[in-house]
C-alpha cells in the first residue's frame, strides 16, 4: 500500500522558515517525479514545487521562487521543501504527490500538513 505522509507543518511569522518532509512507505520515491501543492482556504490546490524522478529537474510557482527549495533524500525515501522568507499568503495545507507532472498531479496524496504564517 503507497503511503505519502507528510510533516513539518505549523505556525510560523512572516520572515521565517519552515521544512517540510514527504516520507514515503510502501513506495521508492526516487523512481517517481514528486510534487508539492498547496491549498489556501477558499481556493483550489496549486502546484508550489516539483522534482524530477531524477533530481535534475526541478520547477518552482512564481510566487515562492527564491523562497523555497525542494529536495530528495533517497537514502531516506523522503522528498523535502524548504520554505524561507515566509509570507502570510504562503498559508494553507501542503500535501505532496507522486508520479505527475509539472502542475499535473499523478494519483497518489499525502494527508496534507498545515501551514500557517501569521504575527
Known amino acids: 500500500q503507497v503511503q505519502l505522509v507528510e510533516s513539518g507543518g505549523g505556525l510560523v511569522q512572516p520572515g521565517g522558515s519552515l521544512r517540510l518532509s514527504c516520507a514515503g512507505s510502501g513506495t521508492i520515491l526516487r523512481l517517481y517525479n514528486v510534487g508539492w501543492y498547496r491549498q489556501a482556504p477558499g481556493k483550489g490546490r496549486e502546484v508550489v514545487a516539483f522534482?524530477?524522478?531524477?533530481?535534475?529537474?526541478?520547477n518552482y510557482a512564481d510566487s515562492v521562487n527564491g523562497r523555497f527549495t525542494i529536495s530528495r533524500d533517497n537514502a531516506k525515501n523522503t522528498v523535502y521543501l524548504q520554505m524561507n522568507s515566509l509570507k502570510p499568503e504562503d498559508t494553507g495545507v501542503y500535501y505532496c504527490?507522486?508520479?505527475?507532472?509539472?502542475?499535473?498531479?499523478?494519483?497518489?496524496w499525502g494527508q496534507g500538513t498545515q501551514v500557517t504564517v501569521s504575527s
Open positions: 522534482i524530477s524522478a531524477g533530481g535534475g529537474t526541478s
Open positions: 504527490n507522486r508520479g505527475g507532472t509539472y502542475k499535473s498531479p499523478g494519483g497518489a
